[in-house]
């Protein structure tokens, strides 16, 4: 299996625009998790769905920010409009069932200028 | 609430032994183990369920105390490729999935 895939690995893109990171995770895994990491924060919890299904979004820092799941084999999280703080780097990462291993995937590093 | 983990960082040479600790204000259902390279994903390591159970990979294992809500990992004579940032993610259980983790406790294993 390929692992999680995300894209694009790399944005640098200016404040205000907005910006769009992928993730497919692991075929035959029902849940996903977006992550955000920084050095101030840390390794924080985004958003988690389960079956598509947003479960706990309590982690999404403002209406800027927002994920879909359309199917099993695809995820979106959404930026607009962007700003220098968000720059960070965002994990997405799957896993078959809860308490199971979350397998992540290799990152997006975002740079808001 | 983020668990805490300590010590923040810690240097070893080749061989050396280290504990690394994860506490919880709350209740544990279960503690998951990650070690992250620089510039790299988090890889995982082990869970360890309530029950108070002890798991080993290699030469690093990890305890979980469920009264004291905490956890434990314990690595034997370090290797160079161990090298890292430790990582603990607690799970309340409750049906949720979520995963809060620690910041992170920084291993540099020199020669």
């Known amino acids: 299996d390929a692992g999680v895939i995300q894209s694009p690995r790399h944005e640098v893109t200016e404040m205000g625009q907005e910006v769009t990171l992928r993730c497919k995770p692991i075929?035959?895994?029902?849940?996903l998790f977006w992550y955000r990491q920084t050095m101030m924060r840390g390794l924080e919890l985004l958003i988690y769905f389960n079956n598509n299904v947003p479960i706990d979004d309590s982690g999404m820092p403002e209406d800027r920010f927002s994920a879909k799941m359309p199917n099993a084999s695809f995820s979106t999280l959404k930026i607009q409009p962007s700003e220098p703080r968000d720059s960070a780097v965002y994990f997405c990462?799957?896993?078959?069932?809860?308490?199971?291993?979350?397998?992540f995937g290799p990152g997006t590093r975002l740079l808001v200028l | 609430q983020q668990p805490v983990q300590s010590p923040q960082a810690v240097i070893l040479r080749e061989g050396e032994d280290a504990v690394i600790n994860c506490s919880s204000s709350k209740a544990l259902y279960s503690v998951h183990w990650y070690r992250q390279k620089h510039g790299e994903a988090p890889v995982f390591l082990m869970i360890l369920l309530k029950g108070g159970e002890q798991k080993g990979h290699e030469k690093i294992s990890a305890s979980f105390n469920e009264k004291k809500q905490q956890s434990s990992l314990y690595l034997t004579a370090s290797q160079l490729s161990y090298s890292g940032t430790y990582f603990c993610?607690?799970?309340?259980?409750?049906?949720?999935?979520?995963?809060?983790f620690g910041k992170g406790t920084k291993l540099t294993v020199n020669p």
């Open positions: 993610g607690t799970e309340r259980g409750g049906g949720s999935e979520k995963l809060v």
């Open positions: 075929s035959g895994h029902n849940s």
């Open positions: 990462a799957s896993s078959t069932r809860s308490q199971e291993t979350q397998y």
